[in-house]
């Protein structure tokens, strides 16, 4: 089974910084694309960040040059760095594999950014 724990959110005031974490288990990394995905009030959901396989990061374009998405192969965490936040960030963060597994989203990490 594949367990996803993502910790790490908070209140952060606008232009601020925060570092969310993944514990994943049930995955390898190097064999899986994974990813960090938020839903914001309201919306759907949609990813942010992606690290390939083979570790290579891709990001949305709204979140390009603020954020950094890497991984512990050791030990089996994710993490996404999130610098210059600004309110339109606001939502609630997961991670999962690229394309999801629908059957293994975690609870997320609620992330507000707010003055």
């Known amino acids: 089974q594949v367990h996803m724990v993502e910790s790490g959110g908070g209140l952060v005031q606008p232009g601020g910084f925060l570092t969310l974490s993944c514990a994943a288990s049930g995955i390898i990394f190097r064999f899986n694309a994974m990813g960090w995905y938020r839903q914001a009030p309201g919306k759907q959901r949609e990813l942010v960040a992606r690290l390939s396989s083979g570790g290579f990061p891709n990001y949305e374009d709204s979140v390009k040059g603020r954020f950094a998405i890497s991984r512990d192969s050791a030990k089996n965490t994710m993490y996404l760095q999130m610098n210059s936040l600004k309110p339109e960030d606001t939502a609630v963060y997961y991670c999962?594999?690229?394309?999801?597994?629908?059957?293994?989203w975690g609870q997320g990490t609620q992330v507000t950014v707010s003055s």
């Open positions: 999962n594999r690229v394309p999801a597994d629908d059957n293994s």
